[in-house]
Nanobody
C-alpha cells in the first residue's frame, strides 16, 4: 500500500529555516513516485487547509508556490530516494501549522502539478515557530 511520511517538523525560532521531507514508499513498480506530482499543504489551528507548493512528475521541472511561500521556499525532489522536500526560510509565527504532503498521479507529458484531488496523503508533521 503506497503511503507518504512527512518529517522535519518541530519547534523553531522566528527567522530560522526548516526543511520538511516527504518520503514515499509502497508505490507499485508500474506507477512509482516519479509518475506523481507532489503537493505540500498546511493547516493551522482553527484555519482551513492552505496549499503551499507543488512539483511536477518526472524530474520535477515544473514547480509552483503560493504567495505565502514565494521567495522564501524551495521545493525539490530526489526520485532515487523517493523524497520530496520543502525548505522554508525566514519562518514566522504565522507558519505554525501541521504540514502535509500529497501525491497525485499525472499522465506522461503533463507538467502540471496542482490538483483538486490527490491519491495519497501523509499524516503530517507539526511545525511551531516561537521564541
Amino acid at each position: 500500500q503506497p503511503h507518504l511520511v512527512e518529517s522535519g517538523g518541530g519547534l523553531v525560532q522566528p527567522g530560522s529555516s526548516l526543511t520538511l521531507s516527504c518520503v514515499a514508499s509502497g508505490f507499485v513498480s508500474d506507477a512509482p513516485l516519479p509518475y506523481y506530482a507532489v503537493n505540500w499543504f498546511r493547516q493551522a489551528p482553527g484555519k482551513e487547509r492552505e496549499w503551499l507548493s507543488c512539483i511536477s512528475r518526472g524530474d520535477g521541472d515544473h514547480t509552483e508556490y503560493a504567495p505565502s511561500m514565494k521567495g522564501r521556499a524551495t521545493i525539490s525532489k530526489d526520485n532515487a530516494k523517493s523524497t520530496v522536500t520543502l525548505q522554508i526560510n525566514s519562518l514566522k509565527s504565522d507558519d505554525t501549522a501541521d504540514y502535509y504532503c500529497a501525491a497525485v498521479i499525472k499522465f506522461a507529458g503533463d507538467s502540471s502539478c496542482r490538483s483538486a484531488e490527490h491519491d495519497f496523503w501523509g499524516q503530517g508533521t507539526a511545525v511551531t515557530v516561537s521564541s
